[in-house]
């Protein structure tokens, strides 16, 4: 069964900090992988996703993730916080099923940008 | 355009009231999508409708019905609902819901905040 899970539900950061966040992967087959941002009473934006096109993706807002196999993992990550950038984020796995697909996601991280 | 649209964005209802809630896409998507989503919790899948089509229920109580009259439109049709029925229900629609579309971005609308009394 795919899966993926999130290390760290808070994560604290200083603005113009690196901010990181970790997401490992359970699957057994080449996983397609998701991060999206959640922004307080709104729905959920795509940051990226990765397809196997590249083990480094770019995303929208600075975000950028990279795609490891030896470690099964697809953390998040951003040179610089900025103040927009406090939110919920959630990496999500895309699952086969025979009716058709289906996102599973892991438990969110919350982060809160400190000035 | 990337947008989905959702109405309304609040609804406060009692256990035997019916109401609906909306969703609406023009991206030309075939896939579209409901989520509950808990606070605090990341979004579960309700149902998914590929080409008009229910394709996936997760076991969702006979409560909430969805619908899709056509490939632009998703209803979701909510009947005796309880208080633990309080939650987000975010709409998502892709490219190609089916096998086939692994890498479907699913795109989402800003939600409808429901509360049951």
Known sequence: AQSVTQLGSHVSVSEGALVLLRCNYSSSVPPYLFWYVQYPNQGLQLLLKYTSAATLVKGINGFEAEFKKSETSFHLTKPSAHMSDAAEYFCAVSVIKAAGNKLTFGGGTRVLVKP | ?117
């Not at chain 2, 009231?17 to 989520?35: D, V």
């Not at chain 2, 056509?70 to 979701?76: D, G, P, Q």
């Open chain 2, 1 to 117: 355009d990337t947008e989905v649209t959702q109405t309304p964005k609040h609804l406060v209802m009692g256990m035997t009231n019916k109401k609906s809630l909306k969703c609406e896409q023009h991206m030309g998507h075939r896939a579209m999508y409901w989520y509950k989503q808990k606070a605090k919790k990341p979004p579960e899948l309700m149902f998914v409708y590929s080409y008009e089509k229910l394709s996936i229920n997760e076991s969702v109580p006979s409560r909430f019905s969805p619908e899709c009259p056509n490939s632009s439109l998703l209803n979701l049709h909510l009947h005796a609902l309880q208080p633990e029925d309080s939650a987000l229900y975010l709409c998502a629609s892709s490219q190609d819901g089916t096998s086939g579309g692994l890498t479907d971005t699913q795109y989402f609308g800003p939600g409808t905040r429901l509360t049951v009394l």
